[in-house]
């Protein structure tokens, strides 16, 4: 079945990195846009950037831009979020969606999430 | 890119229905057609159950149905099951190749 799994969440200090994948698995992985979202604690969710089916175009929301890079790989079905210079208010669940490439946000479905906990 | 304003909270009986607004501007919800509707049980990732304003992704219940009017998106909820008590957020596309999401409704099933 269709499914995707994101790793690389942990904690970090503010103003340190990490690199999140999402591996995509029961679907031709390089037909489909990507993105990524993500849900701080209570809160309600935020879109982050997403990444057409070959890789460019991409756009991100404007409080990530120059801090987080999307990128995939289509022969590895994986999906990639690089989070530089990370904030405190950057702690959420990431999650990476499928994105279908003939509508917008029509995210479905989603990973179940990795937890990025930013804090000294 | 402000988040679409949904109300906190609603709920209704067992059998009965719900609506939940979801409004934006003429940038989001106004401008396009690309309104979606996600479900979110405590815990767990969300899931898609409404795109293109009316639109059901396979596997969803007809019970689901979605619309627009201006700047306002509903979702209404018919026929209320136990579990449809979950957490709704609506989304749009939005100028500038963004996405905004709601601020999202807790639907208590009573």
């Known amino acids: 079945q269709v499914q995707l799994v994101e790793s690389g969440g942990g904690l970090v200090k503010p103003g340190g990195s990490l690199r999140l994948s999402c591996e995509a698995s029961?679907?031709?992985?390089?037909?489909?846009?990507m993105t990524w979202i993500r849900q701080a604690p209570g809160k309600s969710l935020e879109w982050l950037a997403y990444?057409?089916?070959?890789?460019?175009?991409?756009y991100y929301r404007d409080s990530v831009k120059g801090r987080f890079t999307i990128s995939r790989d289509n022969a590895k079905n994986s999906l990639f979020l690089l989070m530089n210079n990370l904030r405190v208010e950057d702690t959420a669940i990431y999650y990476c969606?499928?994105?279908?490439?003939?509508?917008?946000?029509?995210?479905?479905?989603w990973g179940q999430g990795t937890l990025v906990t930013v804090s000294s | 890119q402000s988040a679409l304003t949904q109300p906190p909270s609603a709920s209704g009986s067992l059998g009965q229905s719900v609506t939940i607004s979801c409004t934006g501007t003429?940038?989001?919800?106004?401008?396009?057609?690309?309104v979606s509707w996600y479900q979110q049980h405590p815990g767990k990732a969300p899931q898609l159950i409404i795109y293109?304003?009316?639109k059901r992704p396979s596997g969803v219940p007809a019970r689901f149905s979605g619309s627009k009017s201006a700047n306002t998106a509903s979702l209404t909820v018919s026929g209320l099951q136990a579990d449809d008590e979950a957490d709704y957020y609506c989304?749009?596309?939005?100028?500038?190749?963004?996405?905004?999401f709601g601020t999202g409704t807790k639907v208590t099933v009573l």
């Open positions: 989304s749009s596309y939005a100028v500038n190749n963004n996405f905004v």
């Open positions: 003429t940038s989001d919800i106004g401008g396009y057609n690309y």
């Open positions: 990444i057409s089916s070959s890789g460019s175009p991409i």
């Open positions: 029961g679907f031709t992985f390089k037909d489909y846009y």
């Open positions: 293109e304003v009316t």
């Open positions: 969606a499928r994105e279908s490439s003939s509508s917008w946000g029509r995210f479905d479905p």
